[in-house]
Structures are given as structure tokens and as C-alpha cells.
């Protein structure tokens, strides 16, 4: 392979390490709340926009979608760790199910609330309107995703699916 391809591949697999350690500490910082939402989003912002090589123009366009799928995705990552925030009980299976361990922070999130009354009625119908809701959740990814794929080249697409912004 000759040098001069190799320094574009090179490139965006740099930036797709930087945007996942960006997305990876940003997480865990939202779980403790200290970050400051708007510069991440700048920063993932002017990566994506060198990575495209795209004009100004051009990035008006895109930034929107790409911003939106970078929403989507934090979203669901940051409600996949909210468990983590809780404490990390060992209720349920093989576990004391001792609820003083868990974190007094509590959760908005309906099904931790379940958990925590403890009541498997209460569970059984959390959990279905929580997996309901992250099978919308996908289905908005995956329309956002297709949308933004419509308006970028080959090359585009590769480099934003080795940043993990498409699949």
C-alpha cells in the first residue's frame, strides 16, 4: 500500500478514536454531571466536518443530521448507564436484593423506580414499555442514519461508519 493512501485511512481512523473517547467520557461525565454539553457538540462538530471534507456550505446541511444522530446515539448510551449510576445492586438474581446499597440518587427513569418498589407487576410492565421505547428509539436511528447516508459520497459513508456515526 503506498504512503500517500494510507495518511487518509490513517486520518479517519484517528478521528473515529477521538470521537468514540470523546462519546465513551462524555457519558460517564453526564452520569456525574460535570460537562458542558454544547462544547461537546462543537468539538464532534468540527471533526465530523474535516473528516467529510465538506465547504461551510455544505456543512450547513449536514450538521444538522449528523448533530441529530450524535443526540440519538448519547441517548441511548446514557440510558443504558443509568444503572450504573444506581448503585450497581445485586438485587434479583443471586443477589441480597438490599436496596440500601444502591445509590440514593435515585432515577427519573420509570423502570429503576420499579425496581426499587420491588413489586414484579410493576417490573413486568416497565420493562415492556422499555424495551417498547428503545425499539422506537432504534427505529429513529436507523431513519436519521438512512437520511444522512441519501446526501453523502462512498467515501463519506465509510469514514463516518468507521467513526461509528452509521453502521
Known amino acids: 500500500m503506498h504512503m500517500n493512501s494510507m495518511k487518509p485511512m490513517f486520518k479517519t481512523r484517528f ?10 467520557s462524555v457519558t460517564a461525565q453526564a452520569q456525574r454531571g460535570g460537562f458542558d454539553r454544547g462544547q461537546m457538540m462543537e468539538r464532534l462538530s468540527e471533526r465530523y466536518q474535516e473528516v467529510l471534507e465538506v465547504s461551510d456550505d455544505e456543512w450547513s446541511v449536514l450538521k444538522p443530521m449528523v448533530i441529530g444522530i450524535v443526540e440519538k446515539q448519547f441517548s441511548g448510551r446514557t440510558s443504558r448507564f443509568s444503572a450504573f449510576s ?31 418498589k420491588g413489586d414484579d407487576g410493576a417490573i413486568k410492565s416497565a420493562l415492556a414499555a422499555h424495551r417498547s421505547a428503545q425499539k422506537k428509539q432504534a427505529a429513529e436511528l436507523k431513519k436519521a442514519r438512512n437520511e444522512l447516508r441519501q446526501l453523502l459520497t462512498l467515501k463519506q459513508e465509510a469514514n463516518l461508519v468507521l467513526m461509528g456515526l452509521l453502521d
Open 15 to 24: 478521528f473515529a478514536l477521538i470521537a468514540g473517547t470523546i462519546l465513551l
Open 86 to 116: 444506581r448503585g450497581g445492586s445485586r438485587g434479583g438474581r443471586g443477589g441480597d436484593g438490599n436496596r440500601s446499597s444502591r445509590s440514593s440518587r435515585g432515577s427519573d427513569n420509570p423502570l429503576s423506580k420499579a425496581i426499587e
